[in-house]
């Protein structure tokens, strides 16, 4: 048993400040001790005299006022650099767009050494024939369908593709691809900032 | 910001006890944190936070001016509240509220400080003496000694 509690002790007490068998020991006195449990009073009005001070009300918006201090952010200064790399973007974009371009209207007319149109007509044909004879007036019409609409687009005509290996191909895009993604990562990239608590 | 606005402001009224100087204060607190906005930690509250830095920047202006006995302010009788109900009752509460916060504006800027920071603000005693970078010894021995002199400035005013 403590002898008596002293008024820090008290304080500290009161603020759930002590460890465990501290504070035991303070409660088990303060029941068996008068004096130190009439000390202890004061204090509590105190804190409770603390507590219950209202807030004061807040007549007008701060927030104009910081606002209209805080520096306003800069406009985005785009770099030569940066004007470099946009451009050397737009001309891969051109690019690929034509490659892409060119191979699509290549396509229907030369795929390799058989006409893609060869080839989905075999493949309708060979899925009609698989039907039952009711079908067989339908197919003679797709057929009919189809042979018309050959005959419009085998007048038409494209620029012949100039032959380039698959290797080259591979090798170009890659690279576009590469130079696209570099470009990118330059222009995205910020400083990093370290953010810790004060 | 208008959701801490007006807690800031009573951070920085109770420790400067002038209504026009803690409206600028609580700005100030707005454009400081503003500033150091790199150092709040994102997954912790910013009400703390802010509050932390308003008790900074008063104790800063309380600590670079002369000690003057500061007089509360007349306008808060005009701004405060009015209680519903008894009269009296009201005025007796008032007139408590008052006397708190005299007693608080009379204590030296640090005991101040670490009251505002326990009291009003919840913080731990090793909190209080990160936030005012104190040794623990002295934020413990500052809370004691302003206690002691808040109860002798309220039972003086009973």
């Not at chain 1, 603020?15 to 130190?36: F, G, I, R, S, Y």
């Not at chain 1, 209209?68 to 001309?91: E, K, N, S, V, Y």
């Not at chain 1, 893609?116 to 067989?136: C, G, H, K, Y």
């Not at chain 1, 038409?156 to 380039?164: E, M, S």
Request: proline content about 6%; glycine content about 4%; overall charge negative.
């Amino acid at each position: 048993m403590i002898d008596h509690v002293d008024d820090s002790t008290l304080s500290e007490y009161l603020d759930a400040a002590l460890p465990p068998n501290q504070t035991a020991e303070v409660e088990a006195h303060l029941a068996a001790c008068p004096d130190c449990a009439a000390r202890l009073t004061p204090q509590r009005a105190l804190f409770a005299a603390l507590n219950a001070l209202p807030d004061e009300v807040l007549t007008r918006d701060l927030s104009v006022g910081v606002l209209a201090r805080l520096p306003q952010a800069p406009a985005p200064r785009i770099t030569p650099m940066a004007r470099a790399i946009f451009a050397i973007q737009a001309l891969c974009a051109l690019i690929l767009l034509s490659i892409i371009g060119a191979i699509g209207l290549q396509l229907p007319f030369s795929f390799g050494n058989v006409s893609l149109r060869q080839v989905l007509n075999q493949f309708i044909m060979d899925a009609l024939t698989t039907f039952s004879a009711d079908w067989l007036s339908l197919q003679n019409a797709l057929q009919n369908a189809w042979r018309g609409g050959v005959t419009i687009t085998s007048q038409l005509t494209a620029p012949a593709i100039v032959a380039i290996p698959m290797l080259s191909w591979i090798t170009v895009l890659a690279a576009m691809g590469a130079l696209w993604i570099a470009g990118n990562s330059l222009l995205l990239r910020h400083p990093a900032s370290a953010r810790k608590n004060s | 910001m208008r959701s801490y606005q007006v807690s800031v402001f009573n951070v920085c009224y109770r420790l400067l006890g002038e209504r026009r100087e803690a409206e600028d204060m609580a700005q100030e607190a707005f454009i400081r944190a503003y500033e150091r906005l790199n150092t709040f930690d994102v997954e912790r509250p910013f009400g703390p936070w802010i509050r932390r830095v308003a008790a900074n920047l008063c104790l800063n202006r309380l600590e670079a001016r002369p000690p003057v006995h500061v007089e509360l302010d007349e306008e808060r009788d005009e701004t405060g509240r009015w209680e519903q109900g008894d009269p009296a009752r009201a005025r007796e509460r008032a007139e408590s509220a008052e006397a708190v916060r005299a007693a608080l504006l009379s204590l030296p800027p640090h005991y101040r400080a670490v009251v505002e920071l326990r009291h009003f603000q919840d913080l731990s005693y090793a909190e209080i003496a990160e936030a005012l970078n104190l040794p623990l010894s002295d934020v413990k021995s500052h809370l004691f000694r302003a206690r002691k002199l808040l109860a002798e400035k309220l039972q003086a005013h009973d």
